[in-house]
């Protein structure tokens, strides 16, 4: 049962380390994105890697890959919410600028 434990263990502290070390990488993506990329692009070139780090962490941390469907309807739900937040608060900034 040790030897299983150990194995199990090991892969687990690979998976953490794999995944840590790709967060690394697409952080040096970003930050070299956001000195070097062209002005327009660079906005998007950043979300983009953002949003490719949070799909990381969600599926490999938070392990939404094997989570049960009320879990993961738990997780949508929280980004329907947080999509919801933006907008509203986009809304509000935006109706700020046109009357100035």
């Given at each position: 049962?040790?030897?299983r434990l150990g194995k199990s263990t090991r892969a687990i502290w690979l998976r953490g380390l794999a995944v ?81």
């Amino acid at each position: 049962m040790s030897a299983r434990l150990g194995k199990s263990t090991r892969a687990i502290w690979l998976r953490g380390l794999a995944v840590w070390a790709l967060l690394l990488a697409l952080l040096g993506g970003s930050l070299l994105s956001a000195t070097l990329a062209p002005a327009p692009w660079a906005t998007a070139l950043v979300f983009g890697i953002a949003a490719t780090q949070a799909g990381l962490v969600a599926l490999l941390f938070m392990r939404l890959d094997r989570a049960d469907t009320l879990v993961r309807l738990a997780a949508a739900c929280g980004l329907f919410w947080l999509a919801i937040l933006f907008a509203l608060t986009l809304t509000d900034t935006l109706s700020r600028i046109a009357n100035i």
